[in-house]
């Protein structure tokens, strides 16, 4: 699948033969949440029953120095997906951008992928709140910087996908808020104009 996504031409065709087909309001850019680790420096694989494996998770300070901020741009194929769908549907259909939320890819690279219960999240939350500060600092930095590129790119809305992690924990659940709100004041100090949405999962 991210074979396809790094082919915006590709990817552009799936959204608009899907939205077309079902007769949807809006198209929502056909993305993975994960793409921002690859540029980070956290490369990821899907494995058959599993998911996606981060490779070499996150668990301590010098893993977090390590993480790039400077590479967002490299993601510039979904912004060209976006770009592309926008051009085809015009004023018809709203093109809707999509990435992570921060704290969401914070808890993939520090579990090393999907979790149902969270058990490193959880330690490195409470055990070293500047460190996991730190780390969502750079997240937002690159989502903002990816999502800024997609409304530039034609999307009318940008979201946010957050995962379940941090249900019933209140010092996690801050971490969402904080990193949910970084994100929003980076993007609108670049795109006002667009509005950002997190959509949760156990909003399914």
């Known amino acids: 699948m991210i074979e396809i996504l790094k082919r915006p031409d590709v990817a552009a065709e799936q959204e608009i033969s899907a939205a077309e ?24 694989h899907f494995s058959p029953g599993e998911g996606p494996v981060i490779e070499k998770p996150v668990r301590d300070q010098a893993d977090i120095s390590r ?9 510039g194929y979904v912004a060209e997906a976006v770009r592309l769908v926008s051009k085809h549907f015009g004023a018809r259909l709203p093109v809707i951008g999509f990435c992570g939320a921060p704290f969401t890819l914070a808890s993939y690279m ?20 500047a460190a996991g500060g730190e780390l969502l600092g750079k997240l937002v930095k690159v989502v903002a910087g990816c999502e800024g590129e997609e409304g530039g ?8 996908w957050k995962g379940g992690e941090g249900a019933g924990e209140k010092e996690m659940r ?27 999962a156990e909003q399914i």
């Open 21 to 44: 087909a079902l007769g949807v309001d809006a198209a929502i850019i056909f993305a993975d949440l994960l793409l921002p680790l690859e540029v980070m420096g956290l490369p990821f």
């Open 110 to 129: 520090i579990e090393g992928g999907g979790s149902r219960h969270y058990v490193n999240t959880k330690k490195r939350v409470y055990s070293a709140p």
């Open 67 to 75: 993480l790039r901020t400077d590479r967002a741009a490299d993601l």
């Open 174 to 200: 801050a971490d969402e808020r904080k990193g949910a709100d970084r994100q929003t004041n980076e993007i609108e100090a670049g795109h006002g104009d667009i509005e950002n949405l997190t959509f949760a």
């Open 153 to 160: 790119a034609g999307a009318e809305q940008l979201r946010g």
